[in-house]
């Protein structure tokens, strides 16, 4: 009777904090409850460490989606990479930049160097770290930018989706200088990064040296105008010549 009894009590909880929309506590308040009588804690330390729990699964799950939202094409952290490999880049600035100041103030960040040299895999460490501290970030290739735009333009949405991505706290524009761009794809690509400007952050990856990008901007006035915005105040960081991944790939080849 008393198990009876039990069981039906739990079941009111647990659709209680259905109701209420706590699961983590609907799925762990038996549990913790037989650790607080084991370990003598009072009514107020269980129900403390419950709902440190209920907020804890909350935060994890937000993170979540915000990474999610970002559209990541992997999800690349910077615990995951390898500075050693890569002593020209400044591990320390780049740990800086994690703790999500340059946020705040707005400001730009550039990373230049050739393919297979970490670039995204920092860019894609960088949003990691912003979404985990809840700002809203997102990650888009160039060229993807660019065909969103273009597409909007013929529905008339231009307007609209400008608005969306100026709602972002972090931009990350990645492969700039990949793919040459036409007039009306580099006038998009320059209204979205000048709109930011000291208004929002935004992270550019490349692999062009400044002096190349006339080579992918074909007006010389729009690649002097969009330079301008993406170097201001901007941290830029290069990643070097020597891919990293072609290194990593013989290494292997050498080991079998």
Request: aromatic share 6%; proline share 4%.
């Amino acid at each position: 009777m008393k198990n009876q009894t039990q069981a039906l009590e739990h079941a009111s909880v647990r659709q209680y904090c259905k109701a209420v929309r706590v699961p983590t506590v609907g799925a762990n308040f038996v549990a913790l409850a037989e650790q607080a009588v084991k370990e003598n804690h009072g009514h107020i330390r269980y129900l403390e460490e419950l709902l440190a729990m209920e907020c804890e699964e909350r935060n994890r799950r937000a993170i979540d989606n915000r990474i999610r939202d970002a559209q990541l094409p992997r999800v690349k952290t910077l615990e995951e990479f390898d500075f050693a490999q890569s002593p020209q880049i400044p591990a320390a600035k780049i740990r800086e930049l994690a703790d999500g100041g340059y946020i705040d103030r707005s400001e730009p960040v550039v990373l230049i160097g050739e393919c297979g040299t970490g670039k995204s895999h920092l860019a894609t460490g960088l949003c990691v770290a912003a979404c985990r501290q809840k700002r809203r970030a997102r990650f888009v290739t160039a060229a993807a930018l660019v065909n969103e735009l273009v597409e909007a333009k013929q529905n008339n949405q231009v307007r609209r989706l400008m608005a969306r991505w100026q709602k972002y706290d972090l931009i990350v524009i990645d492969e700039v200088g990949y793919v040459p761009l036409v007039d009306v794809g580099a006038e998009f690509l320059f209204q979205v990064i000048s709109e930011r400007a000291e208004r929002a952050a935004i992270i550019v990856t490349t692999n062009l040296p400044f002096s190349e990008w006339t080579t992918v901007f074909p007006n010389p006035r729009l690649c002097k105008a969009l330079l301008d915005r993406i170097t201001d105040r901007a941290h830029i960081i290069e990643t070097g010549i020597e891919s990293y991944r072609f290194r990593r790939t013989m290494e292997r080849r050498k080991k079998k």
